[in-house]
């Protein structure tokens, strides 16, 4: 792939990509559900992290092939249109990241209005959650221009508090504290399987990101080679760092004690004992959050602004700002929605439907994956190995097996709403063409 291959130019370098997906990546899930994880497995964090790694790496692997592949290809959607020709399954597997996008930002608005909030201003979570989308969207809507260089801060800042966390538990640790017994307990009456899988669910949540960067690869420099290696590598990174927080929860504090807490990571800090203040903690962590929701809505808007280009939603989406030449109505559709779904109060429910909605999307590029293998491209791409593709679709199949009754009608009432919105406009789209033919007709 050359420069002239596309209007972009291609000025993100391997490194950079890196700190794109990795920043992506590490986003706000971890300082947010380490809590609703001790409630699955106990003190075994870090078991359903390792897990939810190593099945994110076998979508990753098909993932590489495909952005490689089709550079220009604007993420599972497309795929699936290549693969599948079928309107109606391009725009569910659309209408499915769109849907995640919107639930996880209710659940990161919730995430912020939780104990890291409180350490500055006690306030109602519900208004804090709305206030705080509302501030997103007001920032989404005047039109935010992030380069790589800021999106590296960003990362830094959110990777900082991770390893803040690490290190005061290791100070604890070698000063004869904690109780690292803790790394192995199940919670009563619970079996490991099931404890792990279930954890792996919601663990998966805090590696989705990567997804995202299908979007910049027209940008990046040789991308047949830089992406898959930046992928794989802020990956295993994000693993990492994760497996050795959850490991310094569970030695610093009781499963209990982070059930209990909407800042979990916030009392792993100060259970250390270590001087670290807590609102210089809580700023890192609302940053993240913050960071998170605003990426993750900035993707929801723009995503209802394509679909509605492409005829697959109403026009209205497509309505944009003179000056700002931001999409308005979508943003405030988007938005809205959001602040609906943080009425629920549930992260975990909301966290498990945002895998359930992108457990769809990364099937369908695994499928795609075997299917376009007949398709020949004239350029050089990385390509996975068969085993993978195969060994990701049983993934994400047996993640689905564990989702909740709960989860399944939620999610299901998502994707019915998008079918309607499917119908609904192309029948509205027939019957403009068809009322603008017979204008025609009558004039002639």
Known sequence: MTDTDTRLKRGITGPLLFA?????????????LMGVLAAEVGGMLWAPLLVALLLALLTAGSYAELVTKYPRAGGAAVFAERAFRSPLVSFLVGFCMLAAGVVSAAGLAIAFAGDYFTTFVDLPAPLVAIVFLAVVGALNARGIRESMGANLVMTLIELSGLVIVIVVVAMLLTGGGGDPGRVFELPTDAALPTAVLGGAIIAYYSFVGFETSANVIEEVKNPSKSYPRALFAS????????????????IALPPADLVDSSGPLLDVVAAAGVGVPAWVFSLIALIAVANGALLTMIMASRLAYGMSEQGLLPDVLGRVLPKRRTPWVAIVVTTLVAMGLTLIGDLSLLAET????????????????????????EHDHFRVWTAIPVLGIGSCILLLTQ????????????????????FATRWLRSRSATKAHQSTFERN
Request: no cysteine; proline share 0%.
């Open 20 to 32: 794109f997906i990795l920043g992506d990546v590490l986003g706000a899930g971890i300082y947010a």
């Open 354 to 377: 945002v895998v359930l909605l992108l457990l769809f999307v990364f099937l369908s590029a695994n499928v795609s994956v075997l299917v376009l293998r007949r398709d020949r491209v």
């Open 403 to 422: 989702q909740s009754g709960t989860v399944w009608i939620f999610g299901a009432a998502l994707l019915a709403v998008g079918a309607v919105l499917f």
């Open 235 to 250: 990956l295993i990174t994000a693993g990492v760092v994760y497996v050795l927080v959850g490991l310094a929860s569970a």
